[in-house]
Antibody, heavy 118, light 108 residues
Framework: QVQLQESGPRLVKPSETLSLTCTVS????????WSWIRQPPGKGLEWIGY???????KYNFSLKSRVTFSVDSSKRQFFLRLTSVIAADTAVYYC????????????WGRGTLVTVSS | SYGLTQPPSVSVAPGKTARITCGGD??????VHWYLQRSGQAPVVVIS???NRPSGIPERFSGSNSGNTATLIISRVEAGDEADYYC???????????FGGGTKLTVL
């Protein structure tokens, strides 16, 4: 069964760049879409975007100007970069895999809380 | 952009049936997925493609989708079902994944 694990700095200063890595184990990245989702404390889920194993990306319109995804399938890792962060970017960040058909998220990482603060 | 509306909260007594709705424009024409999120944990899919139950999810969980409303139905509710529930669809026009605002299920 595939497992995902987020990693990266837990504290980022305002105006700096948030960088996270999602490491996939127990399965290949080939043929799948891989998503990033975030959840501010006490709030709901927000889809940030996806990256296909080949590198094709799609970003949520609300974050498109600040977010970049990349992938290294050989290492079974994909990456999130969010620039010019503000306090409102403080959230638990999840990575997830999409199952076949209709973009459902069948496997999730445990999530990592990233706090934006000076 | 496509929007999904969920009631903020639903309360139900143990052993009864809980119904959590997810409203959207012609949502019946989309496939709806439902996630359970317990406090401090990652979401877990409980229903995919309107009514499919992934392996390991109890038969007490079911779903329906028609018109402008999708519904997650939890029969014989247990204390352990207390959680936040989110609906999600694929908006094919934008290729975005869209979540509802979430519903907190309280077991009385």
């Amino acid at each position: 069964q595939v497992q995902l694990q987020e990693s990266g700095p837990r504290l980022v200063k305002p105006s700096e760049t948030l960088s996270l890595t999602c490491t996939v184990s127990g399965g290949s990245m080939t043929g799948y879409y891989w998503s990033w989702i975030r959840q501010p404390p006490g709030k709901g889920l927000e889809w940030i975007g996806y990256i296909y194993y080949s590198g094709i990306t799609k970003y949520n319109f609300s974050l498109k100007s600040r977010v970049t995804f990349s992938v290294d399938s050989s290492k079974r890792q994909f990456f999130l970069r969010l620039t010019s962060v503000i306090a409102a970017d403080t959230a638990v960040y999840y990575c997830a895999r999409e199952g076949a058909g209709s973009a459902w998220l069948d496997s999730w990482g445990r999530g990592t809380l990233v706090t934006v603060s000076s | 952009s496509y929007g999904l509306t969920q009631p903020p909260s639903v309360s139900v007594a143990p052993g009864k049936t809980a119904r959590i709705t997810c409203g959207g424009d012609n949502i019946g024409g989309k496939r709806v997925h439902w996630y359970l999120q317990r406090s401090g944990q990652a979401p877990v899919v409980v229903i995919s493609h309107d009514s499919n139950r992934p392996s390991g999810i109890p038969e007490r969980f079911s779903g329906s989708n028609s018109g402008n409303t999708a519904t997650l139905i939890i029969s014989r509710v247990e204390a352990g079902d207390e959680a936040d529930y989110y609906c999600q669809v694929w908006d094919i026009s934008t290729d975005h994944r869209v979540f509802g605002g979430g519903t907190k299920l309280t077991v009385l």
